[in-house]
Every structure is written in structure tokens, then in C-alpha cells.
């Protein structure tokens, strides 16, 4: 069973950055696509960025493409997301994803472990 823990949400102002972490654990059989998820209230869940961890190709959002950053640690089983340039609309619960899926793309509906979210406003 895998489980993913997030860390690292806050408050930060407008232009500031954040860094989020995901670990993951529980099973030898680590997702092999890790994305991160955002909800803002009253809006759906929209994908934020995923990365393949078998080669490190890395996937965005054209909302956050050039400001954030995924990466991975293979040796700590964790994966980053690295926001830059906040800006309000970015305020929401990000929550960390994993899938085994032959396509890893950000929004992939195979994701089916999650995290349980860590909150991130930007004012």
C-alpha cells in the first residue's frame, strides 16, 4: 500500500516561493509517474505538474510552466515541486499523486494514490 506525506506548505506573499515535499513509502513497488495536484475552494482539481520517475521527464501545467519545478530523490523516495514567482491565484491545498501507468502526463486519470494535502496561500 502506498502512502505519500506532503510538507512544506505556508503563507508567502505575492512573488515569493515555496518548495513542497512529497515522500513516498510503504511498497517496493513506487509509483512509476509522481505528480502534484492543487484545489482552490469552489474549483475543481486541476493537475500542476508530474514527472516519470524512470527517466525524469518532467510535465506542467501551461499555468505554472516557467515557475515551478518538479524533481525527483530517488534515494529518499521524494519528489519536489519548487514554486516560484507565486502569485495569488496559486493559493489552494496541493496534494501529492502517484501512478503506474504506461503514459505519465500531468491530469493522467490513473493516479490513484494521494496524500493528504498541504496548504499553500499566497497574498
Known amino acids: 500500500h502506498v502512502q505519500l506525506v506532503e510538507s512544506g506548505g505556508g503563507s508567502v506573499q505575492t512573488g515569493g516561493s515555496v518548495r513542497l515535499s512529497c515522500v513516498v513509502s510503504g511498497s517496493s513497488n513506487i509509483p512509476n509517474c509522481l505528480g502534484w495536484f492543487r484545489q482552490a475552494p469552489g474549483k475543481e482539481r486541476e493537475g500542476v505538474a508530474a514527472i516519470n520517475t524512470n527517466g525524469g521527464i518532467t510535465y506542467y501545467a501551461d499555468s505554472v510552466k516557467g515557475r515551478f519545478t518538479i524533481s525527483q530523490d530517488n534515494a529518499e523516495n521524494t519528489v519536489y515541486l519548487q514554486m516560484n514567482s507565486l502569485k495569488p491565484e496559486d493559493t489552494a491545498m496541493y496534494y501529492c499523486?502517484?501512478?503506474?501507468?504506461?503514459?505519465?502526463?500531468?491530469?493522467?486519470?490513473?493516479?490513484?494514490?494521494w496524500g493528504q494535502g498541504t496548504q499553500v496561500t499566497v497574498s
Open positions: 499523486a502517484g501512478a503506474t501507468t504506461h503514459y505519465c502526463y500531468v491530469g493522467n486519470p490513473d493516479f490513484a494514490n
